[in-house]
């Protein structure tokens, strides 16, 4: 048995290698890491749409928080979009 230990990847190596014109989404934007959270799939938002009603993508407060509505609108505007990668 050898005692050599093998040295451990450092997160350069394991990241995808991008090209200079690659593009990612901001944390707050709808595909982003938290804005994610938000849509109807996601966790945060799923659970308006598993409530219903009002809470639903459609409801009277629902509809208000899509990236299409006043607030999910805004932040979408303001903190959503795309960044260099």
């Known amino acids: 048995m050898s005692s050599q230990t093998q ?3 450092s997160l350069s190596d394991t990241a995808p290698k991008m090209d200079a014109n ?3 989404p901001k944390m707050f934007d709808k595909e982003g890491a938290i804005g994610q959270h938000f849509t109807e ?3 945060i938002g799923g659970m308006g749409q598993k409530v219903g009603g009002p809470f ?3 409801g009277m407060i629902g509809e208000h928080f899509t990236a299409e509505g006043s607030v ?6 303001m903190m959503g979009g795309k ?3």
């Open 83 to 85: 960044k260099s990668a």
């Open 7 to 9: 040295p451990k990847p």
């Open 22 to 24: 690659d593009t990612k």
């Open 41 to 43: 799939e996601g966790a």
């Open 72 to 77: 999910g609108g805004t932040v979408q505007s």
């Open 56 to 58: 639903g993508k459609e």
